[in-house]
């Protein structure tokens, strides 16, 4: 094991901060996403204090197996915590969050562009091999990959980040455009420099793919089942307050209505 300040650090600012908004929320926010954000933090640690850190050094694909995890794993489970949601309906706003520039940067085929890019920079350059003997490039690495995944998984696992016309169907799309993106460093990495550390790389990426997918499809459908009962509610009101009108087509047509 490798204890480092930073490897504490980030770890458990990132669950004392969600855990300061659950104090607001405790009593309707889902336990499910809470969960989500603490696997999701758990996984983190190990990545920062666990066999990727303290092992990189002398096998080069353990460093790659935990940039992978805080790359893909751990954005995905702090993306179904969904903290934004739980900040704006204790605090109001994130500031910034809607800007026209987060929003460039958080669409998801720019995101997911930029996070394989990151990637594949990072492991066909010297950034790599000066992450697996220091501390700082190797910190430095971890909040790229973890930046560059919060940036996918975010916008398309929350209610409103992304434009309107942005919907479900479209966010399932992005989706399964961004698994394929994702393989793109492993793939690089392997051909060209370390082949079990593309390998390592490849197989987180592929294995997160899918639960991402299917937690969008999840969405949709929640998406689709609560708008249905909207509009029955609506309907609902109307007809008791007699401002839907019930008459036949055809007995309207002959004018006995």
Not at 57 to 73: D, E, F, K, M, S
Not at 101 to 117: D, E, G, I, N, T
Not at 211 to 227: H, N, T
Not at 234 to 249: K, Y
Request: with cysteine; proline share 7%.
């Amino acid at each position: 094991m490798e204890i480092t300040a930073f490897g504490v650090a980030l770890p458990a600012l990132l669950l004392g901060g969600y855990a300061v908004l659950l104090r607001r929320r405790r009593a309707t926010w889902p336990w499910w996403r809470a969960l989500c954000w603490v696997a999701g933090v758990a996984v983190l640690a190990w990545a920062l204090l666990g066999a990727p850190a303290a092992y990189r050094a002398a096998t080069p694909w353990w460093g790659a197996l935990g940039i992978g995890l805080v790359a893909a794993v751990v954005p995905l489970g702090l993306a179904l915590g969904d903290p934004v949601a739980l900040w704006e309906r204790g605090r109001g706003p994130v500031p910034g969050l809607r800007g026209r520039f987060a929003q460039a940067l958080m669409f998801p085929l720019v995101a997911s562009a930029l996070s394989a890019a990151v990637l594949t920079i990072a492991f066909t350059s010297e950034w790599y091999a000066a992450a697996r003997r220091s501390p700082v490039p190797w910190d430095l690495l971890v909040l790229a990959a973890l930046s560059c995944g919060v940036l996918v998984n975010l916008p398309l696992l929350s209610e409103d980040l992304l434009p309107p016309w942005c919907g479900p169907g479209l966010r399932t799309l992005f989706a399964f455009f961004d698994g394929l993106l994702d393989a793109v460093p492993g793939i690089v990495v392997m051909t060209t420099v370390e082949r079990y550390s593309g390998g390592a790389l490849l197989a987180v990426a592929e294995a997160v793919g899918v639960p991402m997918v299917f937690a969008v499809l999840i969405q949709w459908v929640r998406s689709d089942s609560a708008e249905a009962a909207a509009v029955d509610a609506r309907l609902d009101a109307a007809e008791v307050e007699g401002s839907f009108d019930t008459t036949p087509w055809w007995v309207k047509a002959r004018g006995d209505g």
